[in-house]
């Protein structure tokens, strides 16, 4: 029996919460690129109520308790909206995608960037594509999740040089994700102003 787009967005958003638990709370990501000019690089802090805004949908849940149905695959149909016509067809790309955008940062993905990334409304601090998706952030005290578009919409892409993991601890970087340049960890260190935990 063919499921309803309604129970096939429940599904995806589900599963694709998991992901983002294991790979953004708890982390934060440092994106630096030599073409970034009003800051050196972006320090990635993505929370649970910033999974919200990368589906699209519409609901009376706050948003971290939106994202513990999810994690806990008790999301009912009822407890979200699509909204009109233009809204689900913004649902549908955002869903094609969303896989992609929680694992963006596991280090399989070629990103390019963007400071100062605006689409129609939306005005992100900077954004990350692959090619597949765009993922916009906003530039709180760190940069948060804001939006998510289907393929590469950015206009000035310029390639990152380097990802790194590090811990809610502030100094210490705990994995390099990418390198481009192939530095080595003095030069990331220094570049970065951030420790190695020994």
């Known amino acids: 029996m063919e499921v309803s787009f309604k129970t ?11 992901d983002y638990l294991h790979n953004y709370i708890g982390k934060k990501y440092v994106v630096y690129s030599s073409n970034f000019t009003q800051n ?3 320090i990635i802090d993505a929370k649970k109520d910033n999974y919200l805004h990368l589906t699209g949908v519409i609901t009376n849940l706050k948003a971290s308790v939106f994202f513990d149905k999810c ?18 067809g913004s649902i549908r ?13 596991d280090g399989t993905h070629t990103i390019n960037v963007e400071a100062r990334f605006i689409k ?5 601090s900077f954004a990350t594509s692959d090619g597949t998706c765009t993922l916009g ?33 502030k100094k210490y970087i705990s994995k390099i994700i990418f390198n481009k340049n192939n530095l080595n960890l003095n030069e990331i260190v220094q570049l970065l102003s951030l420790e190695m935990r020994g």
């Open 40 to 42: 050196a690089y972006y």
């Open 71 to 88: 994690i806990a695959r008790i999301l009912e149909e009822s407890d979200f909206d699509l909204g009109d016509k233009s809204r689900k």
């Open 137 to 169: 952030f906003i530039l709180d005290k760190n940069s948060k999740p804001l939006t998510l578009l289907k393929g590469n919409m950015l206009r000035n892409p310029s390639p990152v040089d380097l990802i790194v993991e590090k811990g809610n601890d």
């Open 93 to 105: 790309k955002k869903i094609k995608v969303l896989k992609t955008a929680v694992n963006l940062f």
């Open 120 to 124: 129609n409304k939306v005005v992100c």
């Open 8 to 18: 096939r967005v429940k599904l995806v958003l589900e599963e694709c919460a998991l």
